[in-house]
């Protein structure tokens, strides 16, 4: 009788059974493969093992001398006829889907025995012998129970084997993963696996990188399993995997297990404040500010967006990443088709979530206000128009003319004196842009030309010091333009010593003319230096020194004149303008 083939091209059968009452089978052996250490595969395929190694592992150790032996027991077990029983060989089976299996039928029946088994498998007899027949079942899809029957006189008896088909999940995913996680809130992980036998030695696992988070066992189809992490800062670029684990070890067929593809996670904190935002609140037409949005504690700063826009205009943006913040920078410029209010926003987006900032910004246009002058050169006494004026919609105030409200316009007359030489005239405008009061002025200088100045508080007619003393002479003319000044000493023509004198020597004693001269005219005056010696009588100094008093009272007394004149020249112009305001006023249109 032949033996049992235990594999099907290269798939493998296992199982457990007694053995058979029919043949002679010369051991009792679980599995003929079991010899051989189970093999660890990741590719989910089944340990191989030859017919040679099952018939090596089956074959009779020292059949001779225990076949006396067995004979005996043999005769001593046999049944009464009455009790014939049907037996299978091997009583369990565990091969791939598809596979096949080799089931030996047999009876202790005495007599010839009718044997068959039954089952809706594809089977083909392949052997047979007095009560025992061989079985080969092909294209085994699903567990099944085939049963083998003995018919021995009157009496049938039955025998089944169970066979479990094992099979690899068809279909294994690890659901998508969030685009974005915040740091500190729970993630679930979800593996689906559909297919895959026995269900009882089937187990999900799922895995953080080599980290195991859970282990369940496959229930239903398809069967899931989940798992909930609270996610951190180190989960950033985390790899997630789903693991299907087949454990086959106990029937002698290995360890499978296939993993799912990976799938990666990206965490994020993204602090629940405003980003600061630096920008001006007002912005000329013609001019550009500066705008820098802000923000601390991101994590990963450098995945951060940042939307820098003023209106529906997007500005162009540079950002500067640290290590936990960043800083955009942009320009925002004022021009005549922006002009009016804006909204400047600032937003930074981090993961699925974003935060903003927002101010006004009034985008304004301030024309200078425009002054003018009928002539900004005149002669001495000639009549002034002194002009200031706004754009539409603004108010103007102008120095020194009589006060008045601010107003679109406003002008005077000025009759030029030399006092009115070098003078300047301001022409304020006034605007106020959201909440601001901002003003611009434009100012003008007028010039009178006058002939020359020398007067006694300019260059004193007389000088008195004593000899070998340290003096200052001082003598000048003025008028515009500036004349040219000389004094001579009227005996020999020499110049009068101006500056300072150190020490003064008798030499420059004598009466000087000193004559100031421009195109405009000139103008002449004496003066006269005495120089004293040291031999000169104490009255004489006494006198000089009453002398210096008595000229500095004639040279205060004419200082004060002469500002009391000023000041009378002012308010004479002053009641001359009101009176033409009053003619213009009572004037019909």
């Not at 200052?472 to 515009?480: E, H, V």
């Not at 009068?496 to 004198?501: A, N």
Request: aromatic residues 6%.
């Amino acid at each position: 009788m032949p033996e049992p083939s235990l594999r099907r091209g290269r798939l493998e059968v296992s199982g457990k059974a007694a053995p058979p009452l029919g043949p002679p089978w010369p051991a009792v052996i679980k599995n003929p493969c079991a010899f051989r250490a189970p093999v660890r595969s990741e590719h989910l395929s089944p340990p191989r093992c030859s017919l040679r190694t099952a018939q090596a592992a089956m074959a009779p150790a020292g059949a001779p001398s225990a076949l006396p032996l067995l004979l005996a027991l043999l005769g001593a077990l046999l049944p009464e006829p009455g009790d014939a029983q049907a037996s299978v060989f091997p009583t369990e089976a565990t091969l791939p889907q598809g596979g096949s299996v080799l089931v030996n039928c047999s009876s202790t029946c005495e007599e010839e025995a009718l044997l068959g088994l039954e089952t809706p498998l594809t089977k083909e007899e392949r052997d047979r012998g007095h009560n025992w027949k061989v079985f080969k079942l092909s294209d085994v899809e699903e567990d099944s129970k085939p049963m083998c029957f003995s018919t021995c006189g009157p009496n049938q008896t039955l025998a089944s084997i169970s066979i479990t088909v094992y099979r690899l999940p068809e279909h294994m995913e690890l659901f998508p993963l969030p685009p974005w996680q915040p740091v500190g809130e729970n993630l679930t992980l979800k593996c689906q696996v559909k297919g895959g036998a026995p269900r009882a030695q089937l187990t999900l696992v799922l895995l953080r990188g080599e980290e195991e988070l859970s282990r369940q066992p496959a229930v239903g189809e398809p069967a899931e399993s989940t798992a909930t992490v609270l996610a951190g800062r180190g989960d950033y670029g985390a790899k997630f995997t789903c693991r299907a684990e087949l454990d086959l070890r106990h029937q002698g067929l290995g360890f499978f297990q296939n993993t799912s593809a990976p799938r990666q996670l990206r965490t994020f904190v993204l602090p629940m404040t405003s980003p600061q935002l630096e920008t001006p609140r007002i912005l000329e037409v013609g001019t550009s500010e500066k705008v820098v949005c802000s923000m601390g504690g991101l994590f990963p700063a450098s995945e951060a967006r940042v939307h820098l826009a003023l209106g529906d205009h997007r500005l162009n943006t540079t950002v500067t990443y640290n290590k936990d913040s960043l800083s955009a920078t942009a320009w925002v410029e004022g021009t005549a088709e922006n002009e009016g209010d804006h909204l400047l926003v600032c937003a930074i987006m981090l993961g699925n979530q974003s935060q903003e900032s927002w101010r006004n910004l009034a985008v304004y246009s301030f024309p200078a206000p425009n002054l003018t002058l009928s002539e900004q050169e005149v002669s001495e006494g000639t009549q002034v128009e002194v002009a200031c004026e706004a754009s539409v919609g603004l108010r103007v105030r102008l120095s020194d003319a009589p006060a008045e409200p601010w107003a679109p316009s406003v002008q005077f007359l000025l009759n030029a004196t030399a006092e009115d030489n070098g003078r300047h005239f301001s022409c304020s405008a006034a605007l106020e842009v959201a909440g601001h009061l901002l003003y611009k002025n434009q100012t003008k200088e007028l010039r009178v030309l006058y002939g020359p100045r020398l007067d006694e508080s300019d260059c004193l007619g007389n000088w008195t010091w004593p000899e070998e003393t340290n003096q200052k002479l001082s003598c000048q003319a003025w008028g515009n333009p500036v004349p040219q000044l000389t004094c001579l000493r009227e005996t020999d023509g020499a110049l009068l010593p101006t500056g300072d004198l150190r020490p003064v020597k008798k030499q420059y004693e004598g009466t000087y003319i000193c004559k100031a001269e421009s195109p405009r005219g000139a103008v002449t005056r004496k003066v006269f230096l005495t120089v004293l010696t040291a031999g000169k009588n104490v009255l004489i100094i006494v006198l000089l020194t009453a002398g210096a008093i008595l000229g500095a009272v004639v040279v205060a007394t004419y200082l004060y004149n002469r500002q009391r004149k000023i000041k009378i020249y002012k308010l004479l112009k002053a009641q001359e303008a009101a009176a033409m305001k009053l003619n213009t006023q009572a004037t019909p249109p």
